[in-house]
């Protein structure tokens, strides 16, 4: 019992000495987010900081203060449900530190998806306005630069189109091109669309208009079928992490029934321990998983 008081007060002085930071010791909080910014700008890969970048652009990046809170919250959750298993303190330092590391991933599978959705968006709108340019100039690259034109797309599909036409203009065909956005983009609607645009830019069709009106209605399907899929994986991971989070405390059931006294004679065996950890690390895992699966890439193939 005094052990778990000694871990409430020092989450209590944790806590109120990271408000103090934020508030008082700006000096000491600033020193802390430039030391983190210079080690992500050291070790981040150029892959993730063009996607954080982009990220940021958008306003959905996290905060300092944001992922200060996860860091308190990660930790005082480990921190106490480990310490509700083995009622020891050294143990619930150890878990709390473990938990903390994986905000870092967490956060980065955020990014992730982040940018996976708004490259879709982009696709999608990208596929949409050459259908509709086509029917009017009759030609791909033309099709193209009316887009480039419009301003409805950003980086990066905006600069990907532009060398699309770049490399039509210097190769004297499409095929190239149209290789390298696939390649960039791996989406059904993108391949699917631009290989309807080589077929007829070489073999012409009779009805390419109705040719066209189709693959609208396939990628207005993929699109529906992408965002109900968004839908669902977002139903999964509240009732997935729920339970998740409810078997951590299937352990007050366990000393409900034992009675606390016999619960923790029993932690003196080391097979327990043993046992209990695995549950932990076990869940843990299925819990990371599931997080992986709902932050996976949206509408990739």
Same mark, same amino acid.
Request: charged letters at 20%; glycine letters at 6%.
């Given at each position: 019992m005094i052990d778990f008081i000694v871990l409430i007060l020092l989450l209590a002085i944790g806590i109120f000495g990271i408000s103090y930071w934020l508030n008082k010791g700006e000096n000491v909080y600033k020193f802390f987010t430039d030391s983190v910014a210079q080690a992500y700008d050291k070790y981040a890969p150029y892959s993730f900081k063009e996607v954080r970048k982009k990220v940021k652009?958008?306003? *959905?990046?996290?905060?300092?203060?944001?992922?200060?809170? *996860?860091?308190?919250?990660?930790?005082?959750?480990?921190g106490v449900i480990s310490y509700l298993y083995f009622y020891n303190l050294i143990i619930s330092i150890i878990y709390a530190a473990i938990a903390t590391a994986f905000v870092p991933y967490l956060a980065y599978l955020r990014c992730n998806k982040i940018y996976s959705?708004?490259?879709?968006?982009?696709?999608?709108?990208?596929?949409?306005?050459?259908?509709?340019? !086509?029917?009017?100039? *009759?030609?791909? =690259?033309?099709?193209?630069?009316?887009?480039?034109?419009?301003?409805?797309?950003?980086?990066?599909?905006?600069? #990907?189109?532009?060398?699309?036409? #770049?490399?039509?203009?210097?190769?004297?065909?499409?095929?190239?091109?149209?290789?390298?956005?696939?390649?960039?983009?791996?989406?059904?609607?993108?391949k699917n669309m631009? *290989?309807?645009?080589?077929?007829?830019?070489?073999?012409?069709?009779?009805?390419?208009?109705?040719?066209?009106?189709?693959?609208?209605?396939?990628?207005?399907? &993929? =699109?529906?079928?992408?965002?109900?899929?968004?839908?669902?994986?977002?139903?999964?991971?509240?009732? !997935?992490?729920?339970?998740? &989070?409810? &078997?951590? &405390?299937?352990v007050m059931v366990m000393q409900f029934l034992l009675g606390v006294e016999s619960y923790q004679e029993l932690l003196g065996l080391i097979y327990v321990k043993a046992l209990?950890?695995?549950?932990?690390?076990?869940n843990c895992f299925f819990l990371i998983k599931g997080e992986k699966f709902y932050y996976e890439d949206v509408g990739a193939e």
């Open positions: 652009e958008l306003g *959905q990046d996290y905060t300092p203060k944001q992922y200060l809170s *996860q860091v308190i919250m990660f930790a005082a959750g480990a959705e708004y490259i879709f968006e982009q696709v999608q709108i990208y596929t949409t306005n050459v259908i509709m340019e !086509f029917n009017t100039t *009759q030609s791909f =690259v033309k099709s193209l630069e009316g887009v480039r034109d419009s301003g409805i797309l950003e980086d990066p599909v905006l600069s #990907d189109v532009k060398t699309m036409i #770049d490399m039509s203009y210097q190769n004297g065909t499409i095929d190239e091109s149209i290789e390298y956005f696939n390649h960039k983009y791996p989406y059904h609607m993108v631009n *290989q309807l645009f080589l077929q007829i830019t070489k073999e012409g069709a009779r009805d390419s208009g109705q040719s066209l009106e189709n693959m609208s209605m396939d990628i207005d399907a &993929l =699109v529906e079928g992408v965002y109900r899929d968004q839908i669902d994986r977002k139903e999964f991971h509240t009732r !997935f992490i729920t339970f998740g &989070l409810a &078997l951590f &405390l299937l209990l950890h695995g549950i932990i690390i076990i």
